[in-house]
């Protein structure tokens, strides 16, 4: 078997469709008639300026590659993080993605489907039927570090793959950096990309994934293996990939290798000089996580003065969570999976978010 490829090339936001149609001639999957997902990595609602999310230019050039190309569906969209929960367009509109989508966004949350998982962590998760039913999955992460699990790329967007609350569920139950790195590998081999093409235009170093500091490195990636160019991108952060739990076990799960010696590498390949790690240690990280999830997530509840009882949320429902009666909808917690969808789709503002919610989502906006 060849060594997977891994392509560096210099690129601005400005011109980066030109760069984007190269990286499709030399790595990208035939998408004729077929329906493709490109999924960006939205932490959540924060402008383009803030470098937190994919930036806008690269998914509308993506798009037009695709279009180009004669993709017989485009579909773009993402399960964003905790702070966007029951938000996802708007997340998406204030990232500047929903308008680059150029009518191809979805919420991915609208649409879940459960999938059995090889995992020490859970039998089966809510993954997007999206990601799950799409003939090519175009991942378009962002070169970031993260305090959780040092780096975000190619292997951590997959974690977006989970619908609502299911994240925050793995980050409960995969305690300490190394179980939680093995939890989003076990998310990542259910569905890995057919190509991975990385905003490092601008990247983010420090405290990642969504506190660091914009760092210029002016290139984007592009591999069909999110594995081998999750290793290109540590090291030109300056790390050992092997000293990435994700990568590692990756690599000995056969996913992918984290051995640049293994890896073909075109392109001006350069270590950035004093590229900052995060200022907390991976433990610490995956900890502050953990304690997250417990006091951030919550379910949503009725507002019974302003609930019609039209049966939207009901109707808006995912997982069959909510049922209708004459005092209004009910939810039953032990199905609900935090995504909010019924608060998205009610247009009389009768599914509350808790506070500690509200203002989770608006940091950063």
């Known amino acids: 078997m060849s060594a997977p490829r891994v392509s560096i090339y210099p690129a601005d936001y400005e011109h980066v469709e030109e760069t984007v149609e190269r990286a499709f001639e030399e790595h990208g999957p035939p998408v004729e008639g077929r329906t493709v997902l490109v999924k960006p990595n939205i932490l959540g609602a924060m402008a383009p300026e803030r470098h937190v999310n994919t930036h806008p230019s690269l998914v509308r050039a993506t798009v037009a590659a695709l279009r180009r190309r004669r993709a017989g569906r485009i579909l773009v969209g993402d399960n964003s993080g905790m702070r966007a929960y029951g938000s996802n367009e708007q997340a998406a509109r204030v990232a500047g993605i929903l308008e680059a989508a150029g009518g191809h966004y979805v919420n991915l949350g609208a649409s879940p489907v459960a999938v059995k998982v090889k995992s020490d962590f859970a039998a089966e998760l809510a993954f997007s039927r999206e990601v799950i039913e799409a003939d ?42 190394e179980n939680f790195a093995r939890a989003v590998v076990d998310v990542y081999q259910v569905r890995p990309p057919d190509l991975a093409i990385l905003d490092a235009v601008v990247a983010m170093e420090g405290q ?123 939810i039953d917690d032990a199905r609900c999976i935090s995504c909010f969808c019924c608060h998205e789709m009610c247009r009389y503002n009768a599914m509350n978010l808790a506070p500690r919610m509200r203002f989770l989502q608006g940091l950063g906006r």
């Open 136 to 177: 090519v999955l175009v991942s378009l992460p962002k070169m970031k570090t993260h305090v959780a699990t040092l780096i975000t790329g190619g292997i951590k967007n997959a974690y977006g793959h989970l619908v609502g609350g299911e994240k925050s569920r793995l980050h409960r139950e995969a305690v300490g950096p």
């Open 208 to 330: 990642g994934p969504s506190g660091g500091r914009p760092r210029e490195v002016g290139r984007l990636l592009a591999s069909r293996s999110a594995v081998a160019l999750d290793a290109v991108m540590a090291a030109m952060m300056g790390l050992a990939p092997r000293a990435v739990p994700m990568l590692r076990i990756a690599e000995a799960r056969g996913l992918g290798p984290a051995d640049l010696g293994a890896i073909e590498i075109e392109g001006p390949f350069e270590v950035v000089r004093r590229f900052k790690r995060p200022g907390v240690g991976m433990g610490l990280g995956a900890f502050a996580a953990r304690i997250g999830t417990y006091l951030l997530v919550t379910r949503p509840r009725v507002r019974a003065g302003k609930c019609v009882r039209c049966g939207s949320c009901v109707t808006a429902c995912p997982v069959g969570a909510l049922t209708m009666t004459d005092a209004g909808p009910v």
